[in-house]
T-cell receptor, first 112, second 111 residues
């Protein structure tokens, strides 16, 4: 079983839709969780950073962590064409800043 | 504010040629530095990380090496490139206990 699983998509939605992106993991020691957005041929950009279980909201983005189920989610409300990108989940067992384990990314396309 | 630079942006090299990719960080001191490779369909793979000058940890055995000659400079090298070294190389930095921030990347094609 891979440490981090992420559905590669592609996921296509109309503008204004609510998008749900998910990752599952197997290592119960993970406690730092991140979501990155990567546009084509660019470096990943940090979107959300959470520690342990719970929710975190930033504008149209909400990150959820359920450690009991080993499941994390990123919700995007009122999706925009500019949200079209690949979204990568990442997690770490140690202090954030040590080696991250990444999912392979989900490609999202938002049509106007 | 902190800024991370990588160069070159793109590179096409023949098999067997040497490689040198450079990464520099501005606006912070004593960062943790990382080299990742992103191959199509394979996600991000950590290659090396460094917690200080001259301190390099290798995550994956390969024909690549890394060096940190200065606090905010991280170099990825190879003596002889293989076709399998093609990919998108990303440098990242973090402060101890902080999240990682990525540079713009170098796209390497080995022919």
């Amino acid at each position: 079983q891979k440490e981090v699983e992420q559905d590669p998509g592609p996921l296509s939605v109309p503008e204004g839709a609510i998008v749900s992106l998910n990752c599952t993991y197997s290592n119960s020691a993970f406690q730092y969780f991140m979501w990155y957005r990567q546009y084509s041929r660019k470096g990943p950009e940090l979107l959300m950073y959470t520690y342990s279980s719970g929710n975190k909201e930033d504008g149209r983005f909400t990150a959820q962590v359920d450690k009991s189920s080993k499941y994390i989610s990123l919700f995007i409300r009122d999706s925009q064409p500019s949200d079209s990108a690949t979204y990568l989940c990442a997690m770490s067992a140690g202090q954030a800043g040590t080696a991250l384990i990444f999912g392979k990314g989900t490609t999202l396309s938002v049509s106007s | 504010s902190q800024t991370i630079h990588q160069w070159p942006a793109t590179l096409v090299q023949p098999v067997g040629s040497p490689l040198s990719l450079e990464c520099t960080v501005e606006g912070t001191s004593n960062p943790n530095l990382y080299w990742y490779r992103q191959a199509a369909g394979r996600g991000l793979q950590l290659l090396f990380y460094s917690v200080g000058i001259g301190q390099i940890s290798s995550e994956v055995p390969q024909n690549l090496s890394a060096s940190r000659p200065q606090d905010r400079q991280f170099i990825l090298s190879s003596k002889k490139l293989l076709l399998s070294d093609s990919g998108f190389y990303l440098c990242a930095w973090s402060v101890v206990g902080g999240e990682q921030y990525f540079g713009p990347g170098t796209r390497l094609t080995v022919t």
